[in-house]
């Protein structure tokens, strides 16, 4: 341990030993970072770069737990049940803020009270993809394409994303187009390539290469200012203020967790993915991380608070129902 602490010092990496840490005696043992999604995709490749980076800067290992399926459903009961010891966190997305609206009383959980705010690690702007021969090429061109005949889009499933952002572009517009839900945004994606459906909006983090590469043109982004990831395309706010459909990725632990154990937990974190190179990775995988004064659990919380405000009132008005 001697020289491992040794070797991450001259590193840069020390582990962490501030009181704080040791007040609260946190970590002492293995810590479970639980994603209710399968590996391999954006959300796992992200929850990865935090665990290597704590395992590195703590005394004790973090591994990430898929648990993929059921509309991120398990995987967050899981969490929700979990010891409130600080040994098993949740790295959850937009989802998180629409499981109440969208399953109700069939939850098992509450969204809400049975979870504590730790972090925000960053929001994920969306991009509008059509196909290459579309004749849509900018929002302006979009909103009247929908409105002159009817469409259909593509999303990755019922309350994802993809799906409540350009049901927020139709509320927002007065426009119309049909939802085809598909398992994931990669097959949806292959039936925009083939000529099924007229667009789809997936995350920058996938959808980037696409657009760089010219398989499909990129319209605008989602977020409230231009992707790194895509720069020269415009945001969706520039032609209609007001718009932002992204998607996040936040930490979460039970409720009752200690208070001065989720400080230390967020402090951790910053600690571990706040240095320049992690940053430059996050920013490469379209992750937009909160500004200094947001990185801690009350501001994740306020943030949390006005997503859930935000999609239930959609999910509501545009009576979105899961069968």
């Given at each position: ?138 929002m302006r061109g979009l909103i009247d394409f929908l409105r002159a005949a ?27 187009a049909e939802h085809i839900p598909y398992r994931g945004t990669a097959p ?91 940053l430059t990775r996050l920013s490469e995988l379209g992750v937009q991380v ?34």
């Open positions: 341990m001697i020289a491992r602490r040794t070797l991450l010092s001259v590193a840069g990496l020390a582990p962490l030993s501030a009181p704080t840490l040791a007040q609260t005696n946190w970590p002492d043992r293995p810590i479970r970072l639980v994603v209710p999604y399968a590996a391999g995709g954006p959300t796992d490749a992200v929850a990865r770069i935090l665990a290597d980076r704590l395992s590195m800067t703590l005394s004790e290992r973090a591994v990430v737990e898929n648990r993929a399926g059921g509309g991120a459903l398990p995987g967050t009961e899981a969490v929700a049940r979990a010891p409130r010891d600080g040994s098993a966190l949740l790295f959850t997305t937009v989802v998180h803020a629409v499981h109440r609206a969208l399953h109700g009383g069939r939850l098992t959980f509450d969204p809400q009270a049975d979870f504590a705010p730790v972090a925000l690690i960053g929001v994920v702007p969306q991009v509008i993809l059509v196909p290459p021969d579309s004749p849509v090429r900018d009817p469409h259909a889009y593509g999303s990755s499933g019922v309350g994802g994303s993809s799906h409540l952002g350009v049901e927020l572009l139709k509320s927002m517009t007065g426009t119309q949806a994606v292959a039936d925009l390539l083939a000529g099924r459906i007229a667009l789809v909006m997936d995350s920058v983090a996938t959808g980037a290469a696409q657009v760089r590469a010219g398989a499909l043109r990129g319209i605008a982004t989602t977020g409230v200012r231009r992707s790194d990831a895509l720069p020269d395309l415009p945001t969706v706010a520039e032609t209609l203020p007001g718009f932002e459909a992204t998607t996040w990725n936040a930490v979460l632990v039970p409720a009752g967790t200690p208070a001065p154990m989720v400080e230390a937990m967020s402090a951790a974190i910053w600690r571990a993915v706040g240095d320049g190179p992690t909160p500004a200094p004064d947001d990185r801690n659990p009350a501001a994740t919380g306020r943030f949390m608070a006005s997503e859930t405000a935000k999609w239930e009132r959609l999910i509501r008005e545009a009576r979105i129902t899961v069968e």
